[in-house]
């Protein structure tokens, strides 16, 4: 029997330790696994983007603030849930991190049932988040198969351009056009235009 939760993993960054404790304590007796630290550069450091977790980060803390944490996270294209810890005069700080794509915030002291509830909300959108950039990275490694000159194709293809098109806009004959879409086609596993087009849109199902 394995000894992890299985409610999910929760990451705490505060730089104050009585903070980390109690948030620890609450959210491990919820069944949680939680994983604290003290800085926003610890953490990054050790972030796995593979694992299904939310963020609980202080949106004040010396050195790095959890603000530029979350504009490393939306540079690494992260799907990490965050919700931020604010003082009272953090609030218009905090409306801004939600522009940004953030949950929620919390103010200090937080109210322990409505903090559980808020973690939970995370962890099931972290569950969605996460299938959606698995799915990206699928792709994205199937088009990193793609030759330089299979991806001019294959972008031409979505614009809808046809073959004799294609060989006029690269230079190249119809036939080798054909050639390019055959690899193309058979390097990202589609069976038809329909799915190559899906997949090259970063679409799983086909619009009604």
Known sequence: MS????????????????????????????????????????????YDPREVACLIVDIRMGG????????????????LPIVFITGHGDVPMAVNTMKKGALDFIQKPFDEEEL????????????????GYQQAASRDALLSK???????????IVAGRLNKQIADDLG???????????????????NTVADLLKIALGQNTAKA
């Open 146 to 156: 793609l030759t330089g000159r299979e991806a001019q194709v294959l972008e031409r």
């Open 3 to 46: 000894l992890i939760p299985k409610k999910g993993t929760v990451y705490v960054v505060d730089d104050d330790e009585a903070v980390r404790d109690s948030l620890q304590w609450l959210l491990e007796g919820k069944d949680y696994r939680v994983r604290c630290f003290d800085s926003a550069e610890t953490f990054l450091s050790r």
């Open 116 to 131: 559980v509830g808020l973690v939970e909300r995370m962890l099931d959108h972290a569950r969605e988040a996460f299938a």
């Open 64 to 79: 790095m603030t959890g603000l530029e944490l979350q504009d490393r996270l939306i540079e690494r294209k992260s799907p």
């Open 172 to 190: 190249i004959s119809i036939k080798t056009v054909e050639a390019h879409r055959a690899n193309i086609m058979e390097k990202l596993n589609a």
